[in-house]
């Protein structure tokens, strides 16, 4: 029944409408399995150490002639791309679903979220303002100019296997960088899509060297090449705190720039005055969407004692009438987990938190006779009597923790005590309740939202996270800074010679 399925064959199809060569995922030694049936549905051939090296010193070299082009004419490019990506937004977004497991809708919304970026590129690529300063010094000038870094390598994770190499991309290129990009080895083939689209991009524009956008593929061996040579100006990385600690470290020893983007452990705080039924809906799509396998997931829910029971028991009926299941279905809200691995994780976490006491409503393998070889989950609502054990960790599944609270400050206590600090959400109508969760006194985290959930970023902001979240900002507002390198500037443009700081320095000069 599996087979009736024939996942293989739609994705050669979908790969081929998109122009990637056969020659790349028919041979090669990395399996790729769809998490929606355990199918096979390529073999991807992998990227040696050398050809790694090779990769790096041409990318120096596409750098070489791209900070040349002006900032405008790189966002130019990035238009072509944003319409390219328009082209193929059903393709790329149902090989998203394909090879990933997320249902039609999300996979479609991460294109759409790579169509968004490149517009917000296009534009910034006007406007990659420094400052002028009033100098101390008569007759000077002070300034500051942006300019292009150099080689960036972008290593991502398979939950968002292609939009996180766009949020990068698209302001790497008008930043005048190259780049080199390393997917997670569990989703190669939406990479090879993308890799593509980009290198029919290039040849369209005609200005550009084929060099400019690479892709590696591979497993963390030829990640640590990447992230070891000081040819790579930046290593932007998203994925675990676990794979963060060591990137950060060795990009730190050589004295490279590192923009982490790691785990998160998202909370959001239900208040008594918050519009429940507006909560719930927020609350379901940030626990369950994507299977909770998203960094910005919401994973911990601190509700008033007043309103715990009512919505603990909408909660549950949510829970129980969500429809599990093939995410290419019509209806269907939860697909699959990526692999094994998270199913055990799941489950390890799941009894961990009933061993301290933790009450687990739903979770276990959902079975589908379709799909038995993937790994389905029920998602699991855990009341916890404190927060400890697994609910301080990230687990990348759909587990929501539970846990009451009876003060506004214990609440923030709770939001912040946890190592990680991505997001954040609060649902209140009280205007005091929700501008101190905004303000220094409140949430710790990079985003806090308010009578929203914690995921579903929009570009236009700046995304990441503080702690163990590694600090790092992709996308809106000013992370175009990371990608490039600053210079100040001091002109003097009269005849003396002031010294700042009134330091005085006089010598005979004739
Ligand atoms: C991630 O899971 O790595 O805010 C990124 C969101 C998305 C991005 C998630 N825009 O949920």
Redesign the pocket.
């Known amino acids: 029944m599996a087979h009736s399925l024939n996942l293989a064959e739609e994705t050669k199809k979908i790969l081929e409408s998109l122009g990637v060569s056969s020659s790349r995922y028919n041979n090669g030694d990395l399996t790729v399995v769809s998490p929606i049936n355990g199918e096979i549905i390529a073999n991807v051939v992998q990227s040696s150490a050398t050809q790694t090296k090779e990769t790096i010193e041409k990318a120096v070299k596409a750098f070489q002639t791209w900070r040349k082009v002006p900032a405008p004419r790189r966002g130019e490019f990035v238009r072509l791309l944003g319409e390219e990506l328009r082209k193929f937004k059903n393709e790329l977004g149902r090989l998203v679903s394909l090879e990933v497991g997320k249902i039609i809708s999300e996979g479609l919304g991460e294109v759409q979220?790579m169509i968004d970026i490149c517009d917000f590129a296009v534009g910034l690529s006007r406007q990659l303002y420094g400052l002028t300063m009033g100098s101390e010094r008569s007759n000077h000038r002070l300034q500051e100019q942006w300019h292009p870094i150099g080689t960036v390598g972008v290593i991502t994770?398979f939950?968002?296997p292609v939009?996180?190499w766009s949020w990068n991309s698209a302001l790497a290129f008008v930043c005048g960088d190259s780049i080199i990009w390393k997917p997670s080895e569990k989703s190669p083939l939406t990479a090879l899509a993308v890799q593509s689209i980009i290198e029919r991009v290039i040849k369209q524009f005609g200005e550009a060297s084929t060099d400019l956008a690479q892709l590696i593929i591979g497993d963390y061996t030829i990640g640590d090449t990447l992230v070891n040579d000081p040819r790579v100006d930046v290593i932007s990385a998203?994925g675990s705190t676990a794979m963060g600690r060591i990137v950060g470290q060795n990009v730190a020893k050589r004295f490279g720039r590192s923009i982490l983007?790691l785990g998160g452990n998202n909370a959001a705080i239900v208040t008594p005055s918050a519009d429940l039924e507006l909560a719930l809906r927020a609350i379901a799509f940030g626990a369950i969407g994507t299977a909770g396998q998203?960094?910005?997931t919401l994973r911990r829910l601190i509700v008033h004692t007043s309103i715990y029971d009512s919505l603990i028991s909408s909660l549950k009926k949510v829970y129980s009438s969500i429809k599990i299941g093939n995410p290419l279905e019509d209806g269907v809200l939860v697909g699959p987990l990526i692999d094994e691995k998270s199913f055990n994780n799941m489950e390890n976490a799941l009894k961990a938190a009933k061993k301290i006491g933790g009450v687990v409503y739903g979770g276990g393998r959902y079975i589908d006779e379709a799909l038995q070889n993937a790994f389905y989950v029920h998602p699991a609502l855990v009341e916890m009597p404190s927060q400890i054990g697994p609910m301080i960790e990230e687990t990348f599944a759909p587990i929501l923790y539970v846990i009451k609270y009876d003060n506004f400050d214990e609440a923030i206590a709770l939001q912040n005590n946890v190592p990680q600090g991505l997001?954040s959400a609060i649902f209140t109508t009280d205007m005091r309740e929700a501008d101190h969760f905004l303000s220094a006194l409140g949430s710790d985290c990079g985003i806090a939202n308010v009578n929203m959930g914690s995921?579903?970023?929009e570009i236009g902001g700046a995304?990441g996270g503080e702690k163990q979240t590694g600090g790092g900002r992709e996308s809106g507002s000013d992370a175009w800074k990371a990608y490039m390198r600053r210079q100040t500037n001091a002109i003097n443009y009269g005849y003396e010679m002031p010294l700042a700081q009134g330091v005085k320095f006089d010598i005979q000069a004739h």
Do not use: I, K, L, P
Request: net charge negative; hydrophobic share 40%.
């Open positions: 979220e994770a939950n968002f939009a996180v998203t983007e998203r960094c910005t997001s995921s579903g970023a995304f």
